[in-house]
T-cell receptor, first 113, second 115 residues
Framework: GAGVSQTPSNKVTEKGKYVELRCDPI?????LYWYRQSLGQGPEFLIY????????DSGLPNDRFFAVRPEGSVSTLKIQRTERGDSAVYLC???????????FGPGTRLTVL | AQSVTQLGSHVSVSEGALVLLRCNYS??????LFWYVQYPNQGLQLLLK??????LVKGINGFEAEFKKSETSFHLTKPSAHMSDAAEYFC?????????????FGKGTHLIIQP
């Protein structure tokens, strides 16, 4: 079956612009997670959805970052007024629920010029 | 809050030698522990995990790890390294209770296999 997919695979934008990153989880997975991985670092947790609601958004760095999952499947991570420091690979993962294996997508590489 | 420390950003071993990648964690509640592998230009893949029960956990590709609560460690081992094991390895922790389920990752260890 299909794994977690993320689009686009690469996104280049200019400082101050708005971007949206999309995640399609594995069908039937109720839990969805966003992480950010900077060069040479491990992934950093951003937000966790259980169904349509954000169960834990404690990792979002500031109010420029927002994520939605309106129908409990596809999720969009939205970044307003992008800054050069936002450049990273944004990873999405999904699972069958708390404590279960998280399956990761290939990531979206965001570059802010 | 929880944290993970991986000792050694780079580990080099000879093909056929023992692989040992170290991971220590900090958690105020019983942890769930994971090892993920990331091959070049590929996504993260779960090697093994500890949630409850047996403290020695076996994973894919011949890897195993032992949860030692007294040492707050979850070191990854493989008896005999293969060239295909060259990759980045990440240890991660999550909490077993409450509503949170995000993983806290270490900085990773790059495993180099010498022929």
């Amino acid at each position: 079956g299909a794994g977690v997919s993320q689009t686009p695979s690469n996104k280049v934008t200019e400082k101050g612009k708005y971007v949206e990153l999309r995640c399609d989880p594995i069908s039937g997975h109720t839990a969805l997670y966003w992480y950010r991985q900077s060069l040479g670092q491990g992934p950093e947790f951003l937000i966790y959805f259980q169904g349509t609601g954000a169960a834990d958004d404690s990792g979002l760095p500031n109010d420029r970052f927002f994520a939605v999952r309106p129908e409990g499947s596809v999720s969009t991570l939205k970044i307003q007024r992008t800054e050069r420091g936002d450049s990273a690979v944004y990873l999405c993962a999904s699972s069958l629920g708390k404590g279960r294996e998280q399956f990761f997508g290939p990531g979206t590489r965001l570059t802010v010029l | 809050a929880q944290s993970v420390t991986q000792l050694g950003s780079h580990v080099s071993v000879s093909e056929g030698a023992l692989v040992l990648l170290r991971c220590n964690y900090s958690s105020s509640v019983p942890p769930y522990l994971f090892w993920y592998v990331q091959y070049p230009n590929q996504g993260l893949q779960l090697l093994l995990k500890y949630t409850t029960g047996a403290t020695l956990v076996k994973g894919i590709n011949g890897f195993e790890a032992e949860f030692k609560k007294s040492e707050t460690s979850f070191h990854l081992t493989k008896p005999s390294a293969h060239m295909s094991d060259a990759a980045e390895y990440f240890c991660a922790v999550s909490v077993s209770g409450g509503g949170a389920d995000g993983l806290t990752f270490g900085k990773g260890t790059h495993l180099i296999i010498q022929p």
